[in-house]
């Protein structure tokens, strides 16, 4: 017999249900903690029964270092629409466990040690009464994030707790990881305490609450209870309900979310019923997405390939850990000045050096801008702020360089610039330092030749705004050796960045893949596709931004200036340049003195402030919308493919070494949509309309898009592979 998942312990008349199970580092909701847990709560239910007076009342307690991990996601993934009966009935009989707990007449109290989320904060919630250990963990209702919804009891706890506005705008449909100290402020816990007075405190409010009935129920089994903020039939909230729809679908710009759009159903709908039919609800429109591709998709990029990236993944192995203490930044322009910043708030001295001590300090303004603003608003504490900034120093000085250990370089993006730059500073800095370039265009391994130890070169490609962006894109040049790799992901992970590796080659990932995608939406334009028509297939399709508004943010004089400089390097190499029919609408715009928002106009027209106005009055002139418009799912599978496609490029030259670092790197760097899991998982589970999932309907779309538009869409040799062995990318 496996052992139990929850341990049965009763002193004093305090029955403590101790979840611990002992196959498992973490507690999850697996067979063993259902089986368990429901014959705990049974003998519970019982000794009340037979002899309910030697019983004051009952914790919930965990006996592992996480209170309770959530459900088991590995299993989940698995779900076919074939087990939806079977999941339904095993959710049903988790919950009916935890109501069972909730109704059995004694007050019953969570005591929280540690992580919360999902489940672990669902079997708190059925609980009258939730204490939390001080500490640097969460507590929440993630689920959302990962394309499922809290169907524990998580929706139809919350929304009774606090009403249907503040239950899906505060906690389910974002899904924010708490600090118990916010938890706290939310409501969702009731008493912080510290950790080693944890069951002292829960043991008190058993006492505390001896004779008060209404203690031992939920708020929502008792008379006269009603939703807070009002029921949907109520006049306040039916003013607001219809519009929360397509609120929503305007928030995510008419892409096919499925977890929002199933809590915000199953919330609603839930707040129109009792509680136990709320109950089943919920958990029907859980199972819809637990069988559904969707939640497939995002928890593979958001728990498996983040978890596996975060644990240090792609780290060459056996190398020790890198602190690095001094940092020195070259260039205080819009990047140097954000890498500043974020060197600074990990705590490392940062000595930010430009061309004049003016220009140094315009930089450091940055920080003390942002400082600002966060001490505004009661973020930070002014003692905080001055400590801040005194780790930044500017200076024009390169002897101020001394003692640096590592070095990121953003200074103008020209090969005779880093070298010059490179080799003035690398007498000065430490004899082993790191020295990173946070170029976005120049091939690593050529700018390594301008240093002397080639070895310790390596790109740390920052994205823009740095302080907001969590990728860096770390390079491998040819001669950028594994101490280096792993020192560059140690500095990236120190200031809480998410790292990709890749190896060097033109554009590298990010830049080569995102130009395929601005490539492919701005040659429809030259089809005659309706320009409206291509933004709204990038953000139907998930995307945050249309092709056309990305592209004058990037801005199309750099877009020309980046393709000229490929074309000489190609062309120097012996080989051809191949045009694309976007090279001639960049072109056009150029000429129309419309390259982006920096000047003010380019495919959409722009106020003083930079704000977006409209389409630009004149592109129907120069790119005619044709009388017959193709099929919009080609439109959306096309941005969707191009990306895709030359991802498995990129992994069949070896430019991408992992396929987490593809999926994270794409979803986090160039805005790949997260509902389809990330450049390579949107392969492993493409869905046809017609129901078919996986690398072969991918491959057969692909083909067909081949055949209509044009070779680029031809299957690379790879994927050809995988689909034939029907295998996916792993
Ligand atoms: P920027 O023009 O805003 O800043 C460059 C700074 O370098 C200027 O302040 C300039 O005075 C300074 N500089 C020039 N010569 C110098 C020298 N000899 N010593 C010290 N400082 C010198 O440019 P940026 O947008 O911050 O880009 C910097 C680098 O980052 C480039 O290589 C660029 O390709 C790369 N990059 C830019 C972005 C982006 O979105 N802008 C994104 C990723 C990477």
């Known amino acids: 017999m496996t052992e139990s998942a929850v341990r049965y ?49 009952v914790i919930v307690s965990s006996g592992k270092k996480m209170f309770f991990a959530g459900g088991d996601l590995k299993l989940m993934t698995q779900a076919t ?10 959710i049903e009989s988790i919950k009916a466990t935890l109501r069972k707990l909730e109704t059995c007449g004694k007050p019953v109290v969570a005591a929280i040690n540690g992580a919360a989320l999902g489940g672990g904060l669902e079997i708190a919630l059925s609980c009258h009464h939730r204490v939390a250990a ?67 405190a829960a043991k008190a409010w058993i006492e505390s609450v001896q004779g008060d009935e209404e203690a031992a129920t939920q708020p ?34 008419g892409a096919d979310f499925r977890a929002p759009k199933n809590i915000m159903a199953a919330a609603v709908e839930g707040a129109q019923v009792d509680f136990d039919t709320a109950s089943r609800i919920e958990s029907r429109y859980l199972v819809e997405l637990v069988v559904g591709q969707q939640f497939k998709n995002m928890t593979q990029a958001f728990f498996f390939d983040l978890g596996s990236i975060n644990a240090g993944g792609s780290r060459p192995e056996g190398i020790e850990p890198r602190k690095f203490t001094k940092v020195a930044v070259l260039g205080a322009g819009m990047m140097g000045a954000g890498i500043a910043y974020v060197s600074a708030k990990a705590g490392m001295e940062v000595v930010l050096k430009d061309v004049s001590l003016e220009a140094a300090e315009k930089g450091k303004a940055y920080s003390e801008k942002l400082l600002a603003k966060q001490l505004e608003k009661g973020r930070t504490t002014q003692e905080k702020v001055d400590e801040f900034l005194g780790r930044i120093k500017p200076t024009d000085d390169y002897a101020d360089l001394e003692g640096c250990d590592l070095v990121v370089e953003a200074v103008f993006e020209s090969v005779e610039l880093k070298h010059q730059v490179f080799g003035e500073l690398e007498p000065i800095v430490n004899a082993d330092a790191l020295l990173g370039s946070n170029t976005s265009t120049l091939p690593i391994t050529e700018l390594a030749e301008g240093v002397k130890r080639p070895e310790d070169f390596i790109g740390i490609h920052f994205f823009s705004p740095v302080d907001k962006m969590p990728l860096v894109e770390i390079i491998a040049g040819e001669k950028t050796n594994d101490a280096t790799i792993a020192g560059a992901l140690d500095y990236v992970q120190a200031i809480k960045k998410t790292p990709i590796v890749v190896n060097d080659s033109r554009g590298f990932f990010t830049s080569r893949v995102i130009g395929q995608f601005v490539n492919e939406g701005l040659s429809m334009l030259t089809e005659g596709v309706a320009p409206t028509s291509i933004d709204r297939a990038a953000t139907q399709a998930g995307f945050p931004t249309g092709v056309l508004q990305l592209s004058d943010e990037l801005n199309l004089e750099l877009m020309k200036k980046i393709r000229i400089a490929s074309k000489t390097a190609v062309e120097a190499e012996g080989g051809t340049w191949v045009p694309v029919p976007a090279e001639d609408v960049i072109d056009a715009m150029i000429d129309e003195g419309r390259s982006g928002r920096l000047a003010g106009k380019g495919f959409f027209d722009y106020d003083e402030n930079g704000k977006r106005a409209g389409l630009w009055e004149g592109l129907a002139e120069k790119f005619p919308v044709a009388d017959e ?29 992992t396929v987490p670092d593809a999926n994270i790197g794409s979803i986090f760097g160039i805005g790949f949509p997260p509902m389809l899991g990330g450049a390579i998982q949107a392969i492993n589970g493409w869905e046809t309309p017609d129901g078919r999932i996986g690398v072969e309907a991918f491959t057969e779309r692909a083909q067909e898009l081949a055949q209509k538009y044009g070779e680029r869409f031809e299957p690379p040799a790879l994927l050809l592979e995988k689909a034939k062995n029907g295998e996916k990318f792993a």
């Open 9 to 57: 312990e009763k002193a004093d008349g305090i029955v403590n249900l101790v979840i611990d199970d002992p196959s498992q580092s973490a507690n999850t909701m697996n067979q063993a903690y259902r089986d368990s847990m429901e014959k705990a709560v049974n003998q519970l239910v019982d000794e009340i029964a037979s002899d309910g007076d030697s019983i004051k009342g």
């Open 81 to 90: 629409p074939a087990d939806a009966d079977d999941i339904f009935e095993n």
């Open 629 to 657: 418009q193709p099929d919009f799912r080609d439109l959306k599978d096309r941005l969707i493919f191009s990306m895709s496609l030359d991802t498995v490029r990129c992994l069949e030259e070896g430019v991408l070494r």
């Open 220 to 253: 929502w089994d008792r008379k006269g209870y009603k939703i807070p903020g009002g029921a949907p039939s109520s006049p306040k909230l039916a003013q607001f309900l219809p519009a929360f729809p397509s609120n929503l679908r305007k928030q995510v710009k």
């Open 134 to 200: 001080e500490g640097g963990y969460e507590i929440g209702l993630p689920e959302a994030t990962l394309g499922l919804l809290p169907g524990g009891g998580g929706v139809t706890r919350t929304v009774r707790m606090f009403g249907l506005q503040d239950a899906l705008m505060g906690i389910l449909l974002q899904g924010p990881r708490m600090k118990p100290a916010q938890a706290l402020e939310k409501g969702l816990v009731d008493e912080v305490v510290a950790p080693d007075a944890l069951l002292d």
